[in-house]
């Protein structure tokens, strides 16, 4: 089993930023792949970014440019930088750990003013 820990939501006014945290424990693999989702109310959950251990990186067409993935190995730590946030980035962003199947944070809620 996986868990998964979410820091760094909460309330900014478009245009400003927020950074996100994941923390990974329990049963870790090195090559697994980590990300964030978010979804927004009455929405599907959505990808935005994904980050592979050796730093490959792919961003949703929405947030390129704006967000920036990061990952930390060693502490098994996953961050998502999101600048020149607008209200349209408001949902609940998830962060997923994926090896053999799917692992899930219990979420955290960006929202964003105008």
């Known amino acids: 089993q996986v868990q998964l820990v979410e820091s760094g939501g909460g309330l900014v006014q478009a245009g400003g930023s927020l950074r996100l945290s994941c923390a990974a424990s329990?049963?870790?693999?090195?090559?697994?792949?980590m990300g964030w989702y978010r979804q927004a109310p009455g929405k599907q959950r959505e990808l935005v970014a994904t980050v592979t251990s050796g730093g490959f990186t792919k961003y949703a067409d929405s947030v390129k440019g704006r967000f920036t993935i990061s990952r930390d190995n060693a502490k098994n730590t996953v961050y998502l930088q999101m600048n020149s946030l607008k209200p349209e980035d408001t949902a609940v962003y998830y962060c997923n750990y994926k090896y053999w199947g799917d692992y899930w944070g219990q979420g955290t809620q960006v929202t964003v003013s105008e």
């Open positions: 329990g049963r870790i693999f090195s090559n697994a792949v």
